[in-house]
Structures are given as C-alpha cells and as structure tokens.
C-alpha cells in the first residue's frame, strides 16, 4: 500500500469513520494502481440487528408471513445466517480487498431482491432492507454509488412489479401491481439515497479535512527550519489536491522580501520538485495583485483573467465581483482551472497559495474552501517554526556579538597589556633583578587568566551535543565542571523524578543553564550559587540562585517587564522566548539574584 496516495483517495475510497464500535477496512485499487485502505463501522458492514428485528417481529406477528409461505420464513432465516457470518468473518479480517467488498454490496442488493420477489414483489414489507445497501454504499464509497444502488433497487422493483403482475408467475404468486406505491418507494429510495449520500459525503470530508490539518501540522518542525518543513509540507498538500503545480507566495513586512516557494508534479508517480527563491518587486508584483474588499479565495478557469468563484474570508460565496488575474499572469502559466486562496499568518507576514489544475474530484467552490481551511489550520504550525528558527537565528547573532565583544574587551585589551609590559620590561635598563621578576610574575598571572578566559569561551561556543534523555546527567556534569574550573560552590538540585523533554527544548536548558553560571563568574562575584530544576501547577521551573551583588536593578521584574526596561541577560531572553517560556528576575543590591524560567508543560507538548 502507498500511504502518500491515501488523502486525495478519501472521496473516492472512502475514509476512516470514528467509532465507538468495530470496523471493517476495506482496500480499493487506485487509477495509480496503488492500494488505499477505508474503514467502515461494522454496524454498517452487515444487516444482522435488521434481519434478526425482522424475525422477531414475524414471530410476535405472523399473520404476514404465513401470507407467504415457509418459503419467505426460509428466505428470513438464511438472510439472517448471512448477516452473521459475514459478521464473523469481518471480526476475524480487518482488511478486505476491493472485490469483496463489491461482493459483499452486490449481496446486499441481491438479498432484499430476493426476499421481496416472494413476499408481494414491490408491496414487500420487506422493502425496507434496500436501504441498507444504500447506507453501506453512502458509506463505503460516497453519493455517486448512494445513488447508483437507489437506481439499481427502483429498477429491480420495477422488473419484479412486471414480471409478477405480467409473468408466467403471476397466476401462481397472485401479486398486484399497485403503480402509485411503485413509485411512492422509487422516490423514497432516490431521497433517501440522496440524503444519505450528501451526509456521508459531508461526514467525510470534515474527517479528511481534519485528518490532513492533524498530518501536515505534524510535518512542521523546528529541526527542519522553514525551508525544511515547506519542502514536507506542499508536495504533500500539491498530492492532496492531485494538481500540476503548487505555488505559495510570502511576504515580510518588516524586510519588504517575497519569497517564491515553488512545488511542480514530476512524474504520474507522485514525484514532485521543490523549488524556492527570493522575487524582485516587478516579479512580486504578478502575484501580490490587489484584491477587492474581505477577500479570501477564488477560482479562474480556462487561463482567463476573470474569475468565475469569489469567497470571502468566512468562506461564503461573494456574488455580483470579480477578480482580475495580472495580464503576464496567464501568459506566464497556462491552466484549466486555478485556485488562489489568502493565508492569514499575522500582520507582519502575509502569504497566497495557488493551485494549478487540481483534481481532486470536487466542485471547485468546495476545492477552494477546502484550499482554504487547510491553509488557514496548517499555517500557524509554520509560522510557529519560523518564529523559533528566528528567535535562534537573533540568539546565535546575539551569542556572537557578545563573544566578539567580550574578545576585544578582554583578551585583546590584556594582549596589548602584556604586550606593553612585555616592552617595557625589555627596554628598563635600571630594574633589577628582584623587580624583574616580580614584573615576570605578574605577566605570567595575567596570561593565565586571559588563558581561562579563552577556555571559558571555547566552552560556551561548543555545541551542546548530549543525548535528550541524560539532560539531568548532563546538568550535573556541567555545574561539577564548572565548580572545579571557577571555585564557586555550585550545586544541582532536580527535584523530578522522568525529565522527557523534546531535543530541542533539551538543548534550550542547557544553553539558558551554561549562559547564567558564566553571567555568574563573570559579573556576580558570587561564592555560592544553586541550580534547581522541577515542576509546579503544570510547568516545568527552572531557578538560577546566587549569593553575589546581583543586577543594577532591585525588585522582581517579569519577562515582559525586562523587555520593555531593555534589562537583564539578552541570550537567557531569547532562549526562554524561544522554548515558549517566561523569565523572572528578583534581585537586591548586594544580595544576590534569583531567575525563574517557567515553561509550560503543554506548550511543551504542542512544540514537541
């Protein structure tokens, strides 16, 4: 079976119906010659409640039956085995080929035809066992065959009316043809086929919209980048919608850049290929065209520059408006049929997607909604990676400011130091012996420390490779480290007994942990400082506490308090920002300071 081609099939074959109950799944062969699996409630698989209910009442009311003969209680009682056994058999096979389904449907018409041919022909009470089939039809496939089997069953009422009333068997059945009941049940069985299309059908697309918004979200993520997860992401949305190539469109508010993500059919094998580039004004021009009023999507067909559907951002049908496609637009890439919708993202990004001859089997105005709401429900998941990837992109720019900064304010000063030091003891011709050495001496000192000081930064610069699940190990091993390279008493607490933190929010930890014990040797002149890790009311807590002279601001401060002051650690900011957490300071002049980084547990869920 080829999973990728499951979702476009989902009209087609069918789609997995939720259930309190067990199901059957059913396997149909694809025009790609591919196997897509379906599930159906198996209280829709077989008709034993109906032909057991029937025999049950047959037996507290019997006059009807005995109208019939032994033949019709026969009839009865082996439509009853039939239902059981297919039952059974359904119990013990949870996946079924196309043909025995098809099988299986074509006994569920054949059974009623039967039944009702000996019990009155179409006066049968026994009629209502058709809409059976037209329910396990609506179900296992969808309207076109609801329909199809409410056809087949009028027809077979007709041929049994006919042939009872006119037939060879007529003198011996004694059946009546009664036209107006004939056509009484013709039409109920179209309307009842009909609604129960229509509900089947609406049923399963929510539930394919749904399963694809769930599938494509989880495709986003934060390892991947955004070019990563667009390059998951669109092949599988352009395979969805079957369609010839796929388009989307960003713009940055902020940097004033568009950007052109490109996904085109390769092959008839579901092979696609990705493309991306930044557009100029003139090129962005072609697709960012104006739109009129609360617009939200539409369609063009024939490369024609006016559209023939318009909806706005709910969704509903604008009527009495058009759009107008740019004039190089066609020329530029011709279609049958194009669908456009307006991705809300946030008002610093703004984003189209377009969709080139789709065939997913729809009318177009529900293509387009379904183009929408797909958009519309997976784009936050990306938007989501974006942020973060730029949220670590403004951290690492930070990190190596920082270390550039702290290079030529420190170990470069302490270089043209020695340097002068180094000059001056060469060119003292007075200094004797003992003042030369204690000049050597002090030399020697500082090269040491600058020595640390490197070290110290080589440190901090080294990736933080370590296995997710050892986080609270790796901890430990740092601050040990750290206590023996600075002589400040460091402790680790963790007061959690499973620490199952994603990758990447691991590696955020360790970062905001190894950031705040240099913050601490450099600038605090603390002796003492203490590292804790736990839980409390649904978050995860992390708290930094030392003994030194804490910051140049006293009180608590909160994470947006310290933005809006532009205070506190800049590379702890980001990281905490970056894992969806908040930071809080308290500190006093003199008596140390307390961070608090609170991340909360199910956001940590939705980022994993």
């Known amino acids: 079976m080829r999973p990728k081609h499951f979702v476009y099939l989902t009209r087609e074959a069918g789609t997995t119906l939720i259930a309190p109950y067990p199901v059957a799944t059913y396997n149909l062969h694809t025009s790609h010659g591919s196997t897509c699996s379906y599930e159906v409630p198996r209280s829709q698989a077989n008709p034993v409640a109906a032909s057991f209910s029937s025999l049950v009442a047959l037996y507290f009311n019997p006059t009807e039956l005995t109208r019939?003969?032994?033949?019709?209680?026969?009839?009865?009682?082996?439509?009853?085995?039939?239902?059981?056994?297919?039952?059974?058999?359904?119990?013990?096979?949870?996946?079924v080929s196309a043909q025995f389904s098809l099988g299986v449907h074509a006994a569920d018409v054949v059974w009623p035809a039967v039944i009702s041919l000996f019990t009155d022909?179409?006066?049968?009470?026994?009629?209502?066992?058709?809409?059976?089939?037209?329910?396990?039809?609506?179900?296992?496939?969808?309207?076109?065959?609801?329909?199809?089997?409410?056809?087949?069953?009028?027809?077979?009422?007709?041929?049994?009316?006919?042939?009872?009333?006119?037939?060879?068997?007529?003198s011996l059945i004694g059946a009546q043809f009664d036209a107006n009941g004939l056509i009484m049940r013709a039409v109920y069985?179209?309307?009842?086929?009909?609604?129960?299309?229509?509900?089947?059908?609406?049923?399963?697309?929510?539930?394919?919209?749904?399963?694809?918004i769930s599938r494509l979200s989880a495709m986003a993520r934060v390892d991947a980048g955004?070019?990563?997860?667009?390059?998951?992401?669109?092949p599988e949305l352009l395979k969805l919608f079957r369609g010839r190539t796929l388009l989307l469109l960003t713009s940055e508010t902020e940097t004033n850049r568009t950007y052109l993500w490109r996904t085109e059919a390769f092959d008839k094998?579901?092979?696609?290929?990705?493309?991306?580039?930044?557009?100029?004004?003139?090129?962005?021009?072609?697709?960012?065209?104006?739109?009129?009023?609360?617009?939200?999507?539409a369609v063009w067909r024939g490369s024609?520059?006016?559209?023939?559907?318009?909806?706005?951002?709910?969704?509903?049908?604008?009527?009495?408006?058009?759009?107008?496609?740019?004039?190089?637009?066609?020329?530029?890439?011709?279609?049958?049929r194009l669908l456009m919708s307006t991705i809300s993202?946030?008002?610093?990004?703004?984003?189209?997607?377009?969709?080139?001859?789709?065939?997913?089997?729809?009318?177009?105005?529900?293509?387009?909604?379904?183009?929408?709401?797909?958009?519309n429900q997976v784009a936050p998941a990306v938007y989501n990676v974006y942020l973060l990837r730029r949220l670590r992109t403004r951290a690492t720019a930070v990190e190596r400011a920082r270390v550039a900064r702290d290079l030529h304010d420190g170990v470069v000063q302490s270089l043209h130091a020695i340097g002068f030091r180094l000059y001056a003891l060469r060119t003292q011709a007075t200094m004797n012996a003992l003042e030369r050495d204690r000049e050597l001496l002090d030399i020697q000192q500082l090269v040491q420390d600058e020595a640390a000081n490197v070290r110290t930064l080589i440190q901090q610069l080294k990736p933080l490779d370590f296995d997710p699940r050892h986080l609270v190990d790796f901890l430990a091993g740092m601050i040990e480290r750290y206590r023996s390279d600075t002589g400040i008493a460091a402790k680790f607490v963790c007061d959690l007994r499973d620490v199952a933190f994603p990758p990447h929010i691991c590696r955020e930890v360790a970062g905001i942990v190894q950031e705040a014990l240099v913050n601490v040797a450099r600038h605090s002149g603390a002796n003492n400082v203490l590292v804790r890790l736990g839980s409390q009311e649904g978050y995860w807590i992390l708290t930094v506490d030392d003994d030194g002279r804490g910051f140049e601001f006293c009180g608590r401060f909160s994470h947006s308090d310290l933005e809006r002051a532009h205070q506190g650690p800049l590379i702890i900011h980001e990281r905490v920002r970056a894992i969806g957490g908040e930071l809080s300071i308290d500190t006093r002049p003199g008596r140390g300071a307390r961070l608090e980084i609170k991340i909360p547990q199910q956001e940590l869920h939705a980022i994993a």
């Open 304 to 336: 024609s520059r006016m559209s023939t559907i318009l909806i706005d951002g709910g969704g509903a049908r604008i009527r009495h408006t058009k759009c107008y496609l740019p004039k190089e637009f066609p020329t530029q890439r011709t279609f049958n």
């Open 269 to 297: 094998m579901g092979e696609t290929v990705f493309t991306s580039r930044q557009l100029d004004t003139a090129e962005a021009r072609g697709y960012l065209f104006p739109l009129p009023g609360d617009w939200g999507g």
């Open 68 to 95: 019939y003969g032994t033949l019709a209680y026969v009839l009865l009682v082996l439509y009853s085995v039939y239902s059981c056994g297919l039952s059974v058999l359904l119990r013990f096979r949870n996946e």
């Open 121 to 170: 022909g179409p006066n049968s009470p026994f009629f209502l066992y058709f809409i059976f089939a037209l329910l396990a039809a609506a179900f296992r496939w969808g309207m076109r065959e609801a329909l199809l089997t409410a056809a087949m069953a009028t027809g077979i009422l007709m041929i049994e009316a006919i042939g009872l009333t006119y037939g060879p068997v007529a």
């Open 226 to 234: 955004l070019k990563g997860t667009l390059q998951a992401v669109l």
């Open 189 to 212: 069985l179209a309307i009842f086929g009909f609604l129960i299309g229509y509900l089947a059908e609406s049923e399963k697309q929510r539930r394919t919209e749904a399963l694809n």
């Open 345 to 375: 993202v946030s008002p610093a990004v703004s984003a189209r997607l377009f969709v080139l001859d789709p065939k997913i089997g729809w009318s177009s105005e529900t293509q387009l909604r379904f183009l929408r709401n797909l958009g």
